[in-house]
């Protein structure tokens, strides 16, 4: 049979059991989308902003660990969606952008619409491929979902020119197709762990007296919070997790200490400068997690553990380190470790916590962010998946949310993109209708993908978009206070949209909880629905995230660890 | 040409347009150094063979790692017996002394 290459797309992607892509069409990709249009079994989404397309791809494959597909069509299309694909990089999200190019003999030409989409890729996805044939795309196309999703998976761009999506090239058999272009392929092989490898840790862990969890992305992403888990109630090894990791242990656990770094609690990093051996599982040693790297658990021999040999050694030497999937390591080690209830050094976390609590404890008002958060993490099911965008209201998200279970938070935590939250929201809602899914923003995020709550009125989902308004750039504001003497600049908004009557405009139910007299009754009646909304709660712009760890410091030497109690 | 100071790392590449990019992409972007780079392609093959000339620096395990991490790149070696003259006489090339 005759097949045009954008026939053969979509039939490879229906293959691949994608049912949904976020895109918007152009003069580049139209032959795509015209094929697209005569699929059953795949959902356009059309977004207002090809970022939006790549966030909504990222909410799906976040929250299913599938790779999920967005379209954009040439040039600007591309470049809207740079962000998006560059933030999937960062957190090692599987995402298979594909974008329409300019036809071939155009190519090099300055033509209309044409941007170098595979020199833009290079730096930002984990790899690209331009297609200057229809025969390729059999080969291409399953070939970009097994790069995007297999060892640390990450975005991959495919860029095709028009004219090889309407090539049209005769395939007999597609299984003999693919295998022949199969073949020119090097097997890369994955990185395991030996039995010694593992014996080695299971010695080290029994030997310490006071080892400690540094876990991340790498558990949700190896599917091993419930391995780890037993793990360390087995062993009795205290937990702190990165930003990535929220979610991979449960938040009420004694053994969870929170997250770490730079805004983590004031125990949890003096418990890192004590600890004598730290396990470091799924992890990469960033910089808001370790605070200055020399200083990072001064005490501590340190195994490392990751599917990514290159980030093993790479910021901070270890001890023992090995490239490998965490579920295989923890399948062993489980079996290798003592059963040990550590009783000393609990006792010795137990005093660290007495004596350097987390700041707010005492704090009992409603409208305070960590409380207003703590109620809404109270009022809904434990499997609702909260989204974030990105400044103080992440990091109080972060510090007070009760996660209990692994891919409920999205954020975007290597990237820190303001922008993040609302098309994420939407592509979790797409991929899981029967959660409830929660935006948690602020005032000057959400505007940065505000358009999308024209998406969000067209799909109709269980999304809640909260937005914590305090009436500046609240994260930035806080560093000018902090660290620039109080040289406040492009900081505070002049004006600010009435949001809940803006939610009205785009169709969507819209809250101001301004001046309510009964703040958490209002929150429960509205949480309790399932439409899409916007909720607009006001908080004091003075609040600032504590503790916080200075730039270039080490972790213990945070600031404002005392001050509220 | 200074054998203590500098490494020559050998690749062995798919070739096709973009790889050359993807490389020097990926020092420009680590900020690794890149002293010079020799390639061509194998006879009869779909790949190609590069040298590159880098400062020893503490980072030739990180950047080893990075390399080996490229879809196009297929083998990565520190080069023990390279000829090291053979960007000696680059360097000439470049200084115009024939
Ligand atoms: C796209 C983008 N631009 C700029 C920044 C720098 N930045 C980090 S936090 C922040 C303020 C965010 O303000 P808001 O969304 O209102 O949240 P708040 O900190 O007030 O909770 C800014 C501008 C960023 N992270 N992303």
Redesign the interface.
């Known amino acids: 049979m005759r097949y045009s290459g954008a026939e053969i797309i979509i039939k490879l992607l229906e293959e691949q059991g994608v049912d949904k892509i976020a895109g918007i069409p152009g003069g580049a990709n139209l032959p795509m989308y015209s094929v697209l249009a005569k699929s059953n079994k795949i959902q356009h989404i059309l977004v207002r902003h090809e970022q939006a397309a790549g966030f909504i791809a990222q909410g799906i494959a976040r929250t299913t660990g599938k790779a999920a597909v967005c379209f954009a069509t040439s040039g600007p299309g591309v470049t809207n969606l740079l962000t998006a694909i560059a933030d999937a990089k960062l957190d090692s999200v599987p995402v298979v952008a594909i974008t329409g190019q300019i036809p071939s003999s155009l190519v090099g030409t300055d033509a209309f619409q044409e941007v170098d989409t ?2 833009l890729a ?2 930002i996805t ?3 491929f ?1 297609v200057s044939s229809a025969k390729e795309l059999v080969h291409i196309l399953p070939e970009a979902f097994r ?1 995007a999703e297999e060892g640390r998976p990450g975005p991959v761009i495919i860029d095709i020119p028009k004219d090889v999506q309407l090539e049209e090239i005769e395939i007999a058999n597609w299984s003999l197709e693919d295998v022949a272009a199969t073949i ?1 392929d ?1 097997e890369k092989n994955i990185p395991t762990a030996s039995l010694e490898d593992v014996d080695k840790i299971a010695q080290m862990i029994n030997e310490s007296r006071k080892p400690l969890l540094y876990i991340g992305g790498g558990i949700l992403q190896s599917n091993s919070h419930k391995l780890l888990y037993d793990f360390a109630k087995k062993n009795t090894i205290p937990v702190a997790s990165t930003l990535m990791g929220l979610g991979c242990f449960p938040s009420n656990d004694s053994l969870f200490l929170g997250m770490l770094g730079m805004h983590g609690a004031p125990y949890t990093n003096l418990v890192l400068n004590e600890t004598d051996l730290l396990i470091a599982f799924g992890v990469r040693f960033d910089d808001r997690a370790t605070g200055k790297i020399a200083e990072f658990c001064p005490k501590a021999s340190i195994i490392h553990v990751d599917i ?3 980030e093993l ?2 910021n901070k030497s270890t001890n023992f380190s090995v490239a490998a999937d965490i579920r295989m390591v923890l399948d062993e080690l489980i079996l290798l470790i003592d059963k040990n209830p550590r009783e000393e050094w609990m006792a010795e976390i137990e005093a660290i916590k007495k004596a350097n609590p987390f700041p707010i404890s005492q704090n009992n008002d409603c409208w305070h962010p960590l409380n207003l958060i703590r109620k809404i993490g109270a009022l809904v099911d434990p499997d609702t998946i909260i989204t974030t965008d990105v400044g103080q209201h992440q990091m109080w998200v972060a510090q007070s949310y009760p996660f209990q279970q692994p891919r409920t938070l999205l954020t975007s935590g290597g990237l820190g993109t303001m922008g993040f939250g609302l098309p994420a929201a939407i592509g979790a809602a797409l991929a899981n209708p029967e959660k409830k899914v929660i935006c948690i923003s602020g005032d000057g995020s959400i505007l940065m993908n505000i358009q999308e709550l024209a998406t969000l009125a067209d799909l109709k989902l269980n999304v809640t978009v909260i937005i914590l308004n305090n009436g500046v750039l609240g994260m930035v504001r806080q560093l000018q206070e902090l660290f620039f003497q109080q040289t406040y600049i492009a900081t505070r908004f002049i004006t600010n949209p009435d949001f809940a009557s803006m939610a009205k405009c785009f169709g969507i139910k819209g809250y101001d909880l301004k001046n309510q007299g009964n703040l958490e009754a209002m929150l429960e009646k509205i949480l309790s629905t399932s439409e899409p909304c916007v909720i607009n709660i006001p908080i004091d712009f003075r609040e600032n995230v504590m503790p916080t760890v200075p730039p270039g410091a080490g972790n213990h030497q945070m600031i404002g660890g005392k001050k509220h109690g | 040409m200074d054998k203590a100071k500098d490494v020559i790392i050998q690749l062995t590449v ?1 070739n096709h ?2 790889v050359m ?2 490389i020097t ?1 990926l020092f ?2 680590r900020a690794f150094n890149l002293e010079g780079i020799l390639c061509g392609r194998l006879k009869n093959t ?1 790949t190609s063979k590069m040298y590159l000339l880098i400062n020893n620096d503490n980072r030739i ?2 950047i080893v ?2 390399l ?4 196009d790149v ?1 083998e990565v070696s520190i080069c023990e017996n390279c000829d090291y003259n053979i960007f000696d006489n680059v360097h000439e090339l470049m200084q115009g002394k024939q």
């Open positions: 595979c020199g290079i730096p984990k790899h690209h331009f790069v020119v090097v990514d040999p290159a050694d790479k | 798919n347009a973009g990019s993807n992409g420009t972007r779909k395990d990180q790692k990075q080996k991490k490229l879809y297929l």
